[in-house]
């Protein structure tokens, strides 16, 4: 029979489509071993002893499965399938199109993308195809259908995988500037302005003289137009979203209850991922942080956990997946050092403690040649399981069974951060008052922490969702305020919520033309706020200004004095009530912080970015004032049992996960050093090492206790 139309081996339900338990696996690749004899018999043993559960196959194989235009040769993944799943694994199934094969490179010129500066690429690396050629794109939607007809209905089938890491080109840019893509992007932008004299005024184009007689005269991006080029933004998230429509379409059609991921990358900035996602069934993201740097640096932990939470929010809580990790290091980084002891399964279960249901590794078994030879993997050029890291793998697959019934599990959160992509774009290309360290996202992230360092639940979203569940919604430099998301925020107020929001929030709209009237714009959101703000200062990198409480009732308990850094807005007051002023510089006296209330609820202002003491005091006030709990009810030397405003120990963290009456805590330790953690009641298990945990909880050196009730 045809290797190209034999069919599966067995069938699965099309509505078996949940995860039903914790996957452990990763990247499999054994196309690039198939002329060494007997490797795939010891890699089924290598997964057994690893505890994978799981295999991503197909990534990057479409030279393979598709070596001539039209001759497709699936034996080869036929019998990889069928013996991984005879193994006890899952297959985690990729379409094919982030690395393009040779031959549809060279014969097809349409499918290279082309640069900003017009030029063509060759056929070299990967993720660089255009994002609008017909022929890519009939071409990949053919080997899709071939994979959903072979596989789609395989019993072993746990998801579908589109491409991988959509626009990681490695060095080049994202985007495609070829004529087909703006053909495209001409009539994206006629469709969302009519007219040619709509697109200029929200383009502000008649600035240095650049009116567009019509759309065909937008021919290159031009940098210097700020609503062109959120509009390119825009319109290749598009893009990208009409390419996952047509990978997706023939996998949807044969297997409709198998649900469909892929691969994000972060905060990636170039696509809008809060658009992506709505095309996805399950969120994923591959995590690569650079894990000991300086001594008792917390910073990727931090920056992991925010961004564990984007993905956890992405689909409003559903349980997402870690599609990438390496257990070891990887080769591309500025330095890429060893995981410590305890810390690969550390980096592993707090995926799970933010609602990850599978941890994963790129890759299964090192590559031998390339440009990821030397990234790290389950097993190494060594070929066998005597290694450490070996090891530890297994040793997170043993817990990830054990945590069985933990799959899809909840987290439950009262406080809300807004990290909104097309708000970073605005803030990124303008020309502001300071252009250095404008820091959009360690911001949003430097706000986190301080909820953080309280082992307190954070949703992390975009200022397009849902605000009325949450007692806290903080938004840091909230520069663009798209349509309805200011009367949506007075809304939040009036019913009772709490708003934090800072400098440099409310100056544009979603076209990034600055709102008239005075900032915080538009009207509603000064309403809210009660304040104008009339100027920013900028401070070079040695200029500190003083922030000092206004009163001595000080109701936010602020520090004596805390000191200003890079920008300060001056604020007048319009009913809000000034909580902290500043102390120097010819605005000393004028409001720093401020408050106003508004129906039930509160808006906060913090005028100027100030350092960590006045952060973690303003988080402490916060939340004892809306008595905001942490997961896990413990007892701090500052602080009545279960109070959440005193923080734990530093570098010790808490989650919570929930199903049913089953709930999970998970108290983690990213220090070299051991530490303690005080519980404020009796009656927990540890639920890894099946033991009664009284008053005290030991966290190893980069340890985790899992515990239930």
């Not at 021919?219 to 979203?241: E, N, Q, Y």
């Not at 004032?625 to 963290?653: D, F, M």
């Amino acid at each position: 029979m045809d290797s190209a139309t034999a069919p599966a081996a067995t069938t699965r339900a099309a509505d078996a489509a949940v995860l039903d338990k914790l996957y452990h696996g990763g990247d499999y690749n054994p196309e690039q071993w198939a002329d060494v004899p007997g490797i795939f018999e010891q890699d089924l043993r290598l997964m057994k002893l690893a505890r994978l559960s799981a295999a991503t196959v197909g990534v990057f194989s479409w030279a393979s499965l598709e070596p001539e235009e039209g001759r497709y040769t699936f034996d080869w993944l036929d019998r990889v399938i069928d013996g991984l799943s005879r193994n006890g694994q899952r297959i985690v199934l990729a379409t094919p199109s982030g690395a393009k094969p040779n031959w549809l490179a060279l014969k097809y010129e349409e499918v290279r993308r082309v640069d900003a500066q017009g030029r063509r690429e060759p056929q070299q690396g990967r993720h660089n195809f255009c994002w609008t050629s017909p022929v890519y794109r009939q071409k990949v939607r053919a080997i899709n259908a071939k994979l959903a007809e072979r596989y789609g209905r395989h019993e072993a089938l746990l998801m579908w995988h589109l491409s991988n890491e959509y626009g990681n080109g490695g060095g080049g840019t994202a985007y495609c500037y070829c004529p087909l893509c703006f053909g495209a992007f001409r009539e994206w932008l006629r469709q969302r302005y009519g007219t040619v004299e709509k697109m200029n005024a929200a383009f502000w184009s008649k600035f240095w003289s650049h009116t567009y007689a019509s759309f065909h005269e937008v021919t290159h991006i031009d940098p210097s137009v700020h609503g062109l080029d959120l509009a390119w933004k825009r319109f290749m998230t598009d893009r990208v979203i009409s390419m996952m429509a047509d990978e997706a379409a023939p996998l949807r059609e044969v297997s409709p209850g198998v649900p469909i991921t892929t691969n994000f990358m972060g905060t990636f900035p170039p696509f809008d991922y809060w658009r992506l996602v709505e095309s996805l069934d399950v969120a994923s993201w591959d995590a690569y942080p650079s894990w000991h740097g300086d001594a008792g640096d917390l910073g990727p932990a931090v920056t992991t956990a925010f961004t564990h939470d984007i993905y956890r929010s992405f689909k409003g809580g559903k349980p997402w997946v870690l599609m990438e990790s390496t257990p070891s290091q990887t080769n591309w980084q500025r330095v890429s050092r060893l995981k410590r002891p305890g810390m690969h399964r550390l980096a592993s279960l707090q995926a799970v403690a933010h609602g990850a249901d599978g941890v994963m590794y790129f890759q299964f078994r090192q590559s031998r040649g390339s440009s990821e030879k030397f990234h790290g993997a389950v097993v190494a050029h060594s070929g066998h399981e005597n290694t450490r890291v070996f090891r530890d793998v297994a040793q997170v697959g043993a817990d990830l069974e054990k945590l069985a019934p933990l799959a899809g599990a909840t987290t439950s959160a009262d406080v809300a951060i807004l990290y909104d992509w097309q708000n970073n774009w605005g803030i990124n290309q303008a020309q502001l008052v300071r252009n250095a360290d404008k820091d959009y996202l360690a911001t949003c992230v430097a706000h986190y922490r301080t909820f953080w360092n309280r082992g307190i639940p954070v949703d992390v979203i975009d200022s397009l969702r849902d605000f009325s569940r949450y007692k806290l919604l903080v938004a840091p430099m909230l520069y663009m305020i798209r349509p309805g998301v200011a009367e949506r925020l007075e809304a939040f107020v009036a019913g009772g919520g709490t708003l934090l929001t800072t400098y440099l929030s409310g100056l544009v709209d979603e076209e990034d033309l600055a709102f008239l009237g005075g900032f915080p714009g538009p009207a509603s959101m000064r309403k809210v706020l009660g304040i104008w703000v009339e100027e920013t200062d900028a401070l070079d990198e040695r200029q500190r200004i003083s922030v000092l409480p206004a009163s001595p009732a000080n109701p936010l308990r602020l520090p004596d004095v805390t000191r200003a850094r890079h920008f300060c807005d001056i604020v007048h007051l319009e009913g809000a009530e000034a909580l902290a002023a500043y102390g120097d510089d010819f605005y000393a006296g004028s409001p720093a912080v401020t408050v106003n209330k508004h129906g039930r609820g509160r808006a906060y202002y913090v005028a100027s970015r100030n350092d960590d003491a006045f952060l973690e005091a303003m988080t402490k006030a916060l939340v004892t004032e809306l008595k905001i709990e942490r997961a896990l009810p413990v007892s701090t030397p500052g602080g009545a049992a279960g109070g959440a405003g005193e923080a734990l120990p530093a570098g010790v963290t808490v989650q919570k996960r929930v199903r049913g009456d089953r709930v999970f805590w998970f108290a983690m330790n990213f220090n070299a050093e051991a530490k303690l953690l005080a519980l404020a009641s009796e009656g927990y298990r540890d639920a890894l090492a099946d033991r009664e945990v009284k008053e005290t909880i030991e966290l190893p050196p980069f340890g985790v206790v899992v515990l239930s009730r």
